[in-house]
Nanobody, 123 residues
Framework: QLQFVESGGGLVQPGESLRLSCAAS????????IGWFRQAPGKEREGVSC?????YYAEAVKDRFAISRDNRGNTAYLHMGSLKPEDTATYYC???????????????????WGQGTQVTVSS
């Protein structure tokens, strides 16, 4: 069964850090471009960071977040630093559809979404 399972979210104070994990099963993660996305209540899902052989970061997270992957562990990560209240959202990972290989972070290019992990940044 092809799926992603995200973990690592939680409640943190502004300025703190979190590392989100995205464990893939049923396929080899290194063969696909991957992406991290987030959705806040009442807002559309947006791309946060996506990686093929290139990496894209949304302007709002540039220099604060970093995407990485552990191919041996078949797991992707999103390292989030200097968190702000506006980073509060449910975070999802997904893989890019077969036949595409780019750092394009448009959600429509991705499939096999995980269940999401909640990140809340509040003092």
């Amino acid at each position: 069964q092809l799926q992603f399972v995200e973990s690592g979210g939680g409640l943190v104070q502004p300025g703190e850090s979190l590392r989100l994990s995205c464990a893939a099963s049923g396929f080899t993660l290194e063969n696909y471009a991957i992406g991290w996305f987030r959705q806040a209540p009442g807002k559309e899902r947006e791309g946060v960071s996506c990686a093929s052989s290139e990496i894209y970061y949304a302007e709002a997270v540039k220099d604060r977040f970093a995407i990485s992957r552990d191919n041996r562990g078949n797991t992707a990560y999103l390292h989030m630093g200097s968190l702000k209240p506006e980073d509060t959202a449910t975070y999802y990972c997904a893989r890019q559809k077969v036949g595409t290989w780019s750092a394009d972070c448009s959600p429509s290019l991705y499939e096999y979404w995980g269940q999401g992990t909640q990140v809340t940044v509040s003092s």
